[in-house]
């Protein structure tokens, strides 16, 4: 069970679920038809231990039962990547050179994604998480200037941002992948709060975040939506009451916001949505706001 002064390392509570999602982007990478390519993924996995490599052993037929209850979370994450992967090619397009990857876990976007000379990556996530990964990928080079900051995003972490050489002048691309339901409704919005002031023109957010609404039952009653989701994961998550949806925040404090259901991004790469997947990948929006140019009010 979560409090709010927690911590762990990447083979406990939250920090598993980064070696998960690792496991499933290494999974995608070796399908001849895979969506994105990331070399890192299977490294940082078996680096955790035997326990969790044993996922990744080639040649080995798919268990049915596994393939049916996380196949459609699968099919989320490769989603979400390739959204996600595409927001930065957009960045780095738009002449951003300063990125901050919030709660970054296993993410090795730093080593597989083109990043334009002069770029500076921030990595912000618990020490033990940083570590490990620094420890993991000590032989490899990332593609751009990285800066690892270690702290809790539940605690005061612009000060230790602008410490570590941040440019609150210079536009930003942050990214919140697979973050907010680990926070709670209120500090999920001090998070939104201290994006906004770090902001300048130009800068951009990408987040994702699950559906507040529940779908009825016949007598009208709100039921939970069935969920690929295990059920160890989702009792690390804070409940969605009284949370803002960041599409409305970010609208009402003047950035322009997309959004895009997971199954489109998919099925504009030509990825064959199966129906056992489309209530997972409904479950969740993909957002990116653009705070615009010229515009220093929030």
């Known amino acids: 069970m979560r409090s709010d002064d927690d911590s762990w390392d990447i083979s406990e509570s939250v920090g598993a679920t980064a070696v998960g999602v690792a496991a499933l982007r290494a999974a995608e990478s070796r399908r001849p038809d895979a969506l994105f390519h990331d070399p890192y993924a299977a490294l940082l996995v078996d680096a955790v231990g035997p326990g969790w490599s044993r996922l990744l052993r080639d040649g080995e037929p798919i268990d049915p039962e596994l393939d ?24 780095v397009a738009a002449g951003i050179r300063q990125i901050v990857i919030l709660a970054s876990g296993l993410d090795a976007r730093a080593y597989r994604l083109e990043w334009a000379a002069g770029t500076v990556i921030f990595e912000l996530d618990q020490p033990k998480v940083l570590q490990f990964k620094a420890k ?8 751009a200037q990285l ?16 410490d570590s050489g941040f440019d609150p002048a210079a536009p930003t691309a942050w990214l919140a992948e697979g973050l907010l339901r680990y ?13 906004a002031a770090l902001s300048a023109p130009g800068s951009r957010i990408a987040l994702n975040t699950g559906r507040g609404a529940r779908p009825l039952t016949a007598d009208g009653d709100a039921q939970e ?3 690929a989701i295990p059920d160890q994961v989702e009792r690390l998550w804070y409940s ?12 009402e404090h003047g950035w322009t916001v997309s959004d895009r259901p997971a199954a489109d991004v998919l099925a504009g790469r ?11 990948l409904d479950r969740h929006i993909l957002m990116t706001a653009i705070r615009p140019r010229g515009d220093d009010t929030q």
Do not use: C
Not at 270 to 280: C, F, K, Q, S
């Open 136 to 143: 993991a990928l000590a032989g490899e080079r990332p593609g």
């Open 240 to 251: 969605m009451e009284d949370r803002s949806d960041p599409r409305d925040w970010f609208a």
């Open 147 to 162: 800066r690892e900051v270690a702290v809790d995003l539940r605690q005061d972490w612009p000060k230790i941002l602008r």
């Open 68 to 91: 049916r209850k996380y196949g459609p979370m699968a099919a989320f994450v490769t989603a979400r990547t390739v959204y996600f992967d595409d927001y930065f090619a957009a960045a």
């Open 183 to 195: 926070l709670p409704a209120e500090a999920q919005d001090r998070l939104f709060d201290n994006i």
């Open 270 to 280: 030509g990825r064959e949505v199966h129906d056992t997947a489309l209530p997972e």
């Open 225 to 227: 939506p069935v969920s």
